[in-house]
């Protein structure tokens, strides 16, 4: 990756903001949604931006950009139409490490502004490095249509029930599947619906339920050609609840991507089509584990004495065509 994704906890932003334009009230309207931490620095401003620098009481250095004017910032906005300026103040930004982004010339920024879908308390950025603008509007345009506005109140509820849920589930791939189950399920859309009280109530009825503890499953993957956009929806679901994953040089390693991130990984020296590792495989599943078992190819599965005779869950899915 070219940038490295990263969320700044908004109560240690101190801004800076260098024009006065349009692009500069577009920038300080998205940093508002987690900040009036601001300063404006440009001679003149739009209505738009003094309009903003009013409502919301923003410090405003009414003259065009000099240096010297960064003592407890730590991000800067040069959103100027001088390519000179901007150079200037990437300059000066630089050897004091601060975040600085340059509008429409990335070679002098440290960081870019992603596209941002806002269902707070849940922020999704996506980005292009760049490199695709019209790519990245296309892409948030379909996710846009398929998230409910109201889907950040999922993580809300979620947040208010975290510890009930954990006292009363053990066991983390329990709790996946417990919240999965839940959000998913009626109680999820009573929340959507703006229903909070049927919601929390049905969710209190299902706590009082003993929930039995995670059991141990072998999932083997036959990856075929190794093209990830081969991979079906159930195998998807599948490496999201893995809690250990076993591939070797032949898998690709693209693959991996797909597997939930906190899972642990084994890669196999020895190529499956020489050995599988079924004991180390079923010493995890016997543990509770979920674990995920990627081959190369397709081709069948050696019988194993082990494997036939545990009594752990076990399957084999194939990647589509």
Not at 5 to 29: Q, T, W
Not at 120 to 140: E, F, K, V, W, Y
Request: glycine share 4%; proline share 5%; hydrophobic share 40%.
């Amino acid at each position: 990756m070219k940038y490295f994704p990263i969320f700044l906890d908004a109560e240690n932003i101190s801004a800076m903001v260098i024009g006065g334009g349009d692009v500069a009230a577009r920038k300080i309207e998205l940093l508002l949604k987690t900040t009036a931490n601001i300063v404006v620095m440009s001679e003149s401003v739009s209505p738009s931006v003094h309009r903003l620098i009013q409502s919301h009481n923003l410090p405003w250095l009414a003259h065009n950009y000099t240096s010297g004017h960064l003592a407890n910032i730590n991000l800067v906005i040069a959103a100027t139409d001088n390519r000179s300026v901007n150079k200037a103040v990437s300059e000066e930004t630089k050897p004091l490490n601060i975040l600085t982004n340059v509008v429409d010339q990335p070679e002098l920024c440290t960081y870019i502004t992603p596209a941002i879908i806002d269902r707070s308390p849940m922020i999704i950025a996506i980005c292009s490095s760049g490199t695709a603008p019209i790519l990245l509007r296309m892409l948030r345009e379909q996710i846009e249509k398929v998230l409910p506005n109201n889907y950040g109140k999922l993580a809300e509820f979620s947040f208010k029930f975290r510890d009930h849920v954990k006292a009363r589930v053990k066991g983390l791939r329990n709790r996946r599947t417990f919240w999965e189950n839940t959000l998913r399920g009626t109680i999820g859309e009573a929340v959507l619906d703006g229903d909070h009280f049927q919601a929390e109530q049905q969710l209190i009825t299902t706590l009082k339920n003993e929930v039995p503890p995670p059991q141990g499953e072998i999932v083997f993957v036959h990856t075929k050609t190794g093209n990830p956009d081969k991979l079906t929806l159930q195998i998807h679901r599948e490496m999201q609840f893995a809690d250990a994953v076993f591939y070797d040089e032949n898998v690709n390693s693209d693959l991996l991507e797909y597997i939930r991130r906190d899972a642990d990984k084994y890669p196999q020296s020895i190529c499956s089509t020489i050995m599988v590792n079924f004991q180390h495989a079923l010493d995890l599943s016997e543990k509770g584990q979920k674990v995920i078992y990627l081959l190369a190819g397709c081709a069948q599965l050696p019988e194993n004495s082990a494997l036939l005779l545990s009594t752990i869950r076990k399957k084999q899915l194939i990647c589509a065509d």
